[in-house]
Protein backbone atom coordinates (compact mmCIF):
# COMPACT_ATOMS: atom_id res chain seq x y z
CA UNK A 1 0.00 0.00 0.00
CA UNK A 2 1.97 2.85 -1.25
CA UNK A 3 -0.78 5.90 -0.17
CA UNK A 4 -0.15 8.61 -2.35
CA UNK A 5 2.36 9.01 -4.84
CA UNK A 6 3.03 11.95 -7.20
CA UNK A 7 5.82 12.37 -9.77
CA UNK A 8 8.00 14.20 -10.68
CA UNK A 9 9.74 15.35 -7.07
CA UNK A 10 11.12 18.40 -8.61
CA UNK A 11 10.76 20.13 -12.25
CA UNK A 12 11.92 23.64 -13.48
CA UNK A 13 10.42 24.91 -16.28
CA UNK A 14 10.09 28.19 -18.81
CA UNK A 15 7.59 30.27 -18.83
CA UNK A 16 5.26 29.04 -21.56
CA UNK A 17 6.02 25.47 -21.44
CA UNK A 18 3.60 22.79 -20.80
CA UNK A 19 3.62 19.79 -18.28
CA UNK A 20 1.79 17.17 -16.24
CA UNK A 21 2.43 16.58 -12.46
CA UNK A 22 0.85 12.90 -11.90
CA UNK A 23 -0.78 11.80 -8.40
CA UNK A 24 -1.99 8.28 -7.78
CA UNK A 25 -3.49 6.98 -4.80
CA UNK A 26 -3.76 2.85 -4.20
CA UNK A 27 -6.67 3.32 -1.50
CA UNK A 28 -9.29 3.14 -3.92
CA UNK A 29 -10.36 6.82 -2.19
CA UNK A 30 -13.16 8.51 -3.86
CA UNK A 31 -12.34 11.99 -3.34
CA UNK A 32 -8.89 13.40 -4.69
CA UNK A 33 -7.65 17.10 -4.79
CA UNK A 34 -4.52 19.63 -5.58
CA UNK A 35 -3.10 22.33 -3.35
CA UNK A 36 -0.51 24.42 -4.05
CA UNK A 37 1.95 25.59 -0.97
CA UNK A 38 3.32 29.20 -0.79
CA UNK A 39 5.46 30.48 1.75
CA UNK A 40 3.38 32.39 4.17
CA UNK A 41 0.08 31.16 2.53
CA UNK A 42 -0.48 28.22 3.90
CA UNK A 43 -1.86 25.75 1.55
CA UNK A 44 -4.25 26.67 -1.49
CA UNK A 45 -6.87 24.20 -2.86
CA UNK A 46 -6.40 24.52 -6.71
CA UNK A 47 -8.96 22.16 -7.77
CA UNK A 48 -10.53 18.58 -6.25
CA UNK A 49 -12.70 16.02 -7.81
CA UNK A 50 -15.22 13.71 -5.87
CA UNK A 51 -15.45 10.49 -8.04
CA UNK A 52 -14.05 9.43 -11.42
CA UNK A 53 -15.65 11.92 -13.97
CA UNK A 54 -16.03 14.91 -11.63
CA UNK A 55 -13.80 17.34 -11.04
CA UNK A 56 -14.53 20.86 -9.65
CA UNK A 57 -12.71 24.62 -8.77
CA UNK A 58 -10.84 25.37 -5.71
CA UNK A 59 -9.83 28.66 -4.34
CA UNK A 60 -6.98 29.00 -7.15
CA UNK A 61 -7.69 27.70 -10.48
CA UNK A 62 -6.72 29.68 -13.02
CA UNK A 63 -4.01 28.39 -15.04
CA UNK A 64 -4.45 25.14 -14.19
CA UNK A 65 -6.89 21.73 -15.84
CA UNK A 66 -7.54 18.44 -14.13
CA UNK A 67 -9.42 15.60 -15.06
CA UNK A 68 -10.44 12.10 -13.19
CA UNK A 69 -10.70 9.51 -15.57
CA UNK A 70 -9.99 6.64 -13.06
CA UNK A 71 -10.11 6.71 -9.48
CA UNK A 72 -6.67 6.17 -8.49
CA UNK A 73 -5.44 8.93 -10.83
CA UNK A 74 -5.76 12.92 -10.65
CA UNK A 75 -3.31 14.49 -13.02
CA UNK A 76 -2.99 18.04 -13.11
CA UNK A 77 -1.78 20.11 -16.05
CA UNK A 78 -0.52 23.44 -16.42
CA UNK A 79 -0.46 24.77 -20.20
CA UNK A 80 1.56 26.96 -20.09
CA UNK A 81 3.49 27.80 -17.52
CA UNK A 82 4.15 31.34 -15.21
CA UNK A 83 6.38 31.95 -12.67
CA UNK A 84 3.53 32.81 -10.49
CA UNK A 85 3.46 28.44 -10.33
CA UNK A 86 6.39 28.09 -8.90
CA UNK A 87 5.08 26.70 -5.83
CA UNK A 88 5.14 23.21 -4.20
CA UNK A 89 2.29 20.72 -4.67
CA UNK A 90 0.30 18.50 -2.80
CA UNK A 91 -2.16 15.99 -3.71
CA UNK A 92 -4.33 14.85 -1.57
CA UNK A 93 -7.01 12.16 -0.91
CA UNK A 94 -9.64 10.80 1.25
CA UNK A 95 -12.84 8.11 1.57
CA UNK A 96 -15.98 10.21 1.38
CA UNK A 97 -17.14 6.74 3.23
CA UNK A 98 -19.13 7.89 6.95
CA UNK A 99 -18.78 11.35 6.54
CA UNK A 100 -15.96 13.50 6.30
CA UNK A 101 -12.63 11.38 6.71
CA UNK A 102 -8.66 12.18 6.97
CA UNK A 103 -7.11 13.01 3.94
CA UNK A 104 -3.70 11.46 3.09
CA UNK A 105 -1.06 13.84 1.22
CA UNK A 106 1.32 12.63 -1.33
CA UNK A 107 5.14 14.01 -0.70
CA UNK A 108 5.03 17.18 -2.82
CA UNK A 109 6.66 18.07 -6.31
CA UNK A 110 8.69 21.29 -6.31
CA UNK A 111 8.29 23.25 -9.53
CA UNK A 112 10.20 26.21 -10.51
CA UNK A 113 9.18 28.28 -13.52
CA UNK A 114 11.84 30.50 -15.19
CA UNK B 1 -16.60 32.82 2.52
CA UNK B 2 -14.70 30.64 5.21
CA UNK B 3 -11.14 31.31 6.60
CA UNK B 4 -8.53 30.11 8.80
CA UNK B 5 -5.83 32.61 11.05
CA UNK B 6 -3.30 31.97 13.14
CA UNK B 7 -1.56 34.04 15.11
CA UNK B 8 1.99 33.34 15.24
CA UNK B 9 3.46 32.99 11.97
CA UNK B 10 7.12 32.48 13.87
CA UNK B 11 7.60 30.81 17.25
CA UNK B 12 10.41 30.00 18.89
CA UNK B 13 10.89 27.82 22.54
CA UNK B 14 13.03 26.15 24.79
CA UNK B 15 13.16 22.66 24.48
CA UNK B 16 10.58 21.83 28.01
CA UNK B 17 8.58 24.33 27.33
CA UNK B 18 4.83 24.55 27.08
CA UNK B 19 3.39 25.36 23.28
CA UNK B 20 0.12 26.97 22.24
CA UNK B 21 -0.38 27.53 18.74
CA UNK B 22 -3.22 29.90 18.35
CA UNK B 23 -5.83 29.26 15.26
CA UNK B 24 -9.32 31.67 14.75
CA UNK B 25 -11.69 30.18 12.23
CA UNK B 26 -14.52 32.15 10.17
CA UNK B 27 -17.60 30.36 9.00
CA UNK B 28 -21.06 30.06 10.78
CA UNK B 29 -22.22 26.84 10.12
CA UNK B 30 -20.83 23.31 11.52
CA UNK B 31 -17.11 22.49 10.53
CA UNK B 32 -14.76 20.20 11.09
CA UNK B 33 -11.15 21.42 12.20
CA UNK B 34 -7.54 19.78 11.79
CA UNK B 35 -4.21 20.71 12.89
CA UNK B 36 -1.69 19.07 10.69
CA UNK B 37 2.45 19.00 10.93
CA UNK B 38 5.10 19.46 8.12
CA UNK B 39 8.36 18.57 9.10
CA UNK B 40 11.14 19.50 7.39
CA UNK B 41 11.19 18.15 3.54
CA UNK B 42 8.45 16.32 4.46
CA UNK B 43 4.64 16.17 2.98
CA UNK B 44 2.04 16.84 5.60
CA UNK B 45 0.87 14.37 8.64
CA UNK B 46 -2.19 14.73 10.78
CA UNK B 47 -1.59 15.92 14.32
CA UNK B 48 -5.56 15.62 15.24
CA UNK B 49 -9.30 16.39 14.41
CA UNK B 50 -12.20 17.50 16.10
CA UNK B 51 -15.77 16.73 14.07
CA UNK B 52 -18.03 16.86 17.50
CA UNK B 53 -18.41 15.56 20.94
CA UNK B 54 -15.70 16.26 23.65
CA UNK B 55 -14.34 19.24 22.53
CA UNK B 56 -10.71 18.58 23.90
CA UNK B 57 -9.30 16.48 21.47
CA UNK B 58 -6.13 14.53 21.66
CA UNK B 59 -3.80 13.36 19.11
CA UNK B 60 -0.37 11.80 18.24
CA UNK B 61 3.01 13.29 20.34
CA UNK B 62 1.35 14.37 22.78
CA UNK B 63 -0.27 17.03 21.19
CA UNK B 64 -4.05 18.27 21.75
CA UNK B 65 -6.23 20.75 20.84
CA UNK B 66 -9.44 22.32 22.68
CA UNK B 67 -12.89 23.69 20.00
CA UNK B 68 -14.24 26.58 21.71
CA UNK B 69 -17.00 27.30 19.88
CA UNK B 70 -18.24 30.61 21.32
CA UNK B 71 -14.40 31.67 20.55
CA UNK B 72 -14.49 30.11 17.13
CA UNK B 73 -10.97 29.08 18.00
CA UNK B 74 -9.16 25.76 18.24
CA UNK B 75 -5.75 26.12 19.68
CA UNK B 76 -3.29 23.32 19.74
CA UNK B 77 -1.35 22.30 23.30
CA UNK B 78 1.98 21.13 24.30
CA UNK B 79 3.06 20.69 27.79
CA UNK B 80 6.22 19.85 26.74
CA UNK B 81 8.34 20.31 23.42
CA UNK B 82 11.13 18.38 22.38
CA UNK B 83 13.71 19.42 19.70
CA UNK B 84 12.14 16.98 17.23
CA UNK B 85 8.33 19.49 17.47
CA UNK B 86 10.55 21.56 15.09
CA UNK B 87 8.27 21.98 12.19
CA UNK B 88 5.78 23.69 10.44
CA UNK B 89 2.08 23.35 11.68
CA UNK B 90 -1.05 24.19 10.13
CA UNK B 91 -4.52 24.69 11.19
CA UNK B 92 -7.52 24.02 8.70
CA UNK B 93 -11.26 23.71 8.45
CA UNK B 94 -13.49 21.79 6.16
CA UNK B 95 -16.92 22.88 6.15
CA UNK B 96 -18.02 20.58 3.05
CA UNK B 97 -17.95 18.03 0.39
CA UNK B 98 -14.86 20.73 -1.06
CA UNK B 99 -11.44 20.50 -0.18
CA UNK B 100 -9.98 21.75 3.55
CA UNK B 101 -8.68 25.84 3.89
CA UNK B 102 -5.77 26.09 5.54
CA UNK B 103 -4.43 28.72 7.59
CA UNK B 104 -0.94 29.81 7.07
CA UNK B 105 1.44 27.70 9.34
CA UNK B 106 3.35 28.46 12.26
CA UNK B 107 7.20 27.64 11.52
CA UNK B 108 8.08 26.74 15.21
CA UNK B 109 11.39 26.00 15.96
CA UNK B 110 12.63 24.12 19.32
CA UNK B 111 16.15 24.89 20.66
CA UNK B 112 17.67 22.09 22.72
Known amino acids: NAGVTQTPKFQVLKTGQSMTLQCAQD?????MSWYRQDPGMGLRLIHY???????DQGEVPNGYNVSRSTTEDFPLRLLSAAPSQTSVYFCASRTVAGGWNEQFFGPGTRLTVL | AQSVSQHNHHVILSEAASLELGCNYS??????LFWYVQYPGQHLQLLLKYFSGDPLVKGIKGFEAEFIKSKFSFNLRKPSVQWSDTAEYFCALSSGADGLTFGKGTHLIIQP
Open chain 1, 49 to 55: SVGAGIT
Open chain 2, 27 to 32: YGGTVN
Open chain 1, 27 to 31: MNHEY
